[in-house]
């Protein structure tokens, strides 16, 4: 899995410049400091619209 840098982000818990990492894993966008492990994500659309109010994602399996 490719961590792609964000050029000029700044952490919000640390303050360093240019140490976030994204990387997007079923469907769900995860950035990530590299200098304080400090964790944000976001999930697609189509992900939040699956998902039940008020619940945290941690993966959307479907059965083929």
């Given at each position: 899995?490719?961590?792609?840098?964000?050029?000029?982000?700044?952490?919000?818990?640390?303050?360093?410049m240019d140490?976030?990492?994204?990387?997007?894993?079923?469907?769900?966008?995860?950035?990530?400091?590299?200098s304080c492990?400090?964790?944000?994500?976001?999930?697609?659309?189509?992900?939040?619209?699956?998902?039940?109010?008020?619940?945290?994602?941690?993966?959307?399996?479907?059965?083929?």
């Amino acid at each position: 899995m490719k961590k792609r840098f964000i050029a000029g982000a700044t952490c919000p818990k640390c303050k360093e410049m240019d140490t976030m990492g994204l990387v997007k894993e079923h469907g769900v966008e995860t950035v990530t400091c590299v200098s304080c492990g400090h964790q944000m994500s976001q999930p697609e659309e189509h992900v939040v619209q699956e998902v039940r109010p008020n619940e945290q994602v941690i993966g959307i399996f479907k059965q083929e």
